[in-house]
């Protein structure tokens, strides 16, 4: 089983992973850029930056469930 600090850690990983992604696309000429075309197919910045803040909410709250539930025992 993943002990609490181990499951910190990787959600804090992942959150600095998603920052990452985020300042990429949105680095000056790409911010008000909708998307982009690559070899026929639109690739949507708007989409993944909802994305982003979709999964950065989640693991806030995972994170903030961590932190303040009273989860009892760990279902196996």
Avoid at 47 to 60: A, F, H, P
């Amino acid at each position: 089983m993943i002990s609490h600090e181990h499951l910190l850690h990787w959600l804090s990983e992942i959150k600095y992973a998603l920052n990452g992604m985020s300042t990429e696309i949105s680095k000056e000429g790409l911010v008000k850029e909708p998307g982009v075309m690559v070899n026929g197919s639109f690739y949507s910045f708007e989409y993944v930056r909802e994305k982003l803040g979709t999964i950065n909410r989640l693991i806030d709250c995972i994170m903030n469930d961590i932190e303040n539930d009273d989860v009892g025992e760990p279902v196996a």
